[in-house]
T-cell receptor
Framework: SQQGEEDPQALSIQEGENATMNCSYK?????LQWYRQNSGRGLVHLIL?????REKHSGRLRVTLDTSKKSSSLLITASRAADTASYFC????????????FGQGTTLQVKP | GAVVSQHPSWVICKSGTSVKIECRSL??????MFWYRQFPKQSLMLMAT?????????EQGVEKDKFLINHASLTLSTLTVTSAHPEDSSFYIC????????FGPGTRLTVT
């Protein structure tokens, strides 16, 4: 079952602009992760934020987590055409099963 | 980083036949692997958790007799789609748990 929703479903921006994607989830979590998927390919892990963290940075990526609102956001700054891909959030539950439940995903297009 | 491979990368089979997909962790041991299915322009749906040396745990709505999972070693899990039908055509992705989850490149199954 899907954990929640991501918005927007699709986002089109110009190179150099920032892209913000949001993710909501329904149950308590241990951590939340963001993944990237190029068309027809596997997933690449971008960043993990634990439930006791509020913000995390990695290069041009900034992730926030608000557990009271059960939501997270991924910000990509100074976007590049190579950032064009689908982005998924995934939540790991409070049990140590390792299971990930994915959001619906946001398709990002960065125009050169 | 850790690498997970899948074989084959794509397969076309006739309706009624069975197809086996392999998932290997190449440089680490994985007691737990996961199988996901992804339909076009949709998110990943967790199908089952593959546990080394024991039976797989299937998600609700996934037919265990149709999607046979065998996790015979710490580096190999296989998914067999039995008596495949056109509606089984999808992108199947495995992941292996090693800290974060590492995803394979996926297998595109087309059933004609």
């Amino acid at each position: 079952s899907q954990q929640g929703e991501e918005d927007p479903q699709a986002l089109s921006i110009q190179e150099g602009e920032n892209a913000t994607m949001n993710c909501s989830y329904k149950t308590s979590i241990n951590n939340l992760q963001w993944y990237r998927q190029n068309s027809g390919r596997g997933l690449v892990h971008l960043i993990l934020i634990r439930s006791n963290e509020r913000e995390k940075h990695s290069g041009r990526l900034r992730v926030t987590l608000d557990t009271s609102k059960k939501s997270s956001s991924l910000l990509i700054t100074a976007s590049r055409a190579a950032d064009t891909a689908s982005y998924f959030c995934a939540t790991a539950g409070s049990g140590n099963t390792g299971k990930l439940i994915f959001g619906q995903g946001t398709t990002l297009q960065v125009k050169p | 980083g850790a690498v997970v491979s899948q074989h084959p990368s794509w397969v076309i089979c006739k309706s009624g036949t069975s197809v086996k997909i392999e998932c290997r962790s190449l440089d680490f041991q994985a007691t737990t692997m996961f199988w996901y299915r992804q339909f076009p322009k949709q998110s990943l749906m967790l199908m089952a958790t593959s546990n080394e040396g024991s039976k797989a745990t299937y998600e609700q709505g996934v037919e265990k007799d149709k999607f046979l999972i065998n996790h015979a070693s710490l580096t190999l899990s296989t998914l067999t789609v039995t008596s495949a039908h056109p509606e089984d055509s999808s992108f199947y992705i495995c992941s292996a748990r090693g800290g974060v989850q590492y995803f394979g490149p996926g297998t595109r199954l087309t059933v004609t």
